[in-house]
């Protein structure tokens, strides 16, 4: 066991629009549902959105009950307003998140999302490897897009 003294156990996206979200996450990936709410957020310890706003919180969880997990938020009234297009939609900018997945099919997982209106794929199902820390290389077969709020996304598995 590690003595760092620090876990990830969740991010969250914010997304103005929940549903396709959930069918990417939940429908074609496989998370399952820990907590659906409709909850007031305070605006004290997130700074979005005006105080007291009505929102929706989804947690997803992957195969561990207590890490991994990812939270979908959608402020519902207030909603929250639109970002600004990028200057390059295929590109992630500096304070972007690049959310890596695995997944036992990737190739499934591909032609699933071909279905899903607002992704830009920007990797087709390609072998890549990477150098391991003590020496040889893993082989991953991996897809990365973005999905319908603008989130970056690569899913892997090892082949």
Known sequence: MSDVPVLIRRTTMLVNDIEPSLQIYRDILGMSVHYDEEILVSGDGLPAGEPNSQTRLVM???KD???GMLGILQYID?????PPPRSNPNRVRIGESVYVLHHEDVKGVYEKLQTVPGI???CEPVVSEYPKPDGGVFRVLGISFFDPSGYFVEVNQFV
Do not use: G, T
């Open 78 to 82: 207030p909603p929250l307003p639109e």
């Open 65 to 67: 009950d207590f890490i």
């Open 60 to 62: 997803l969880k992957c």
């Open 120 to 122: 830009e794929m920007v």
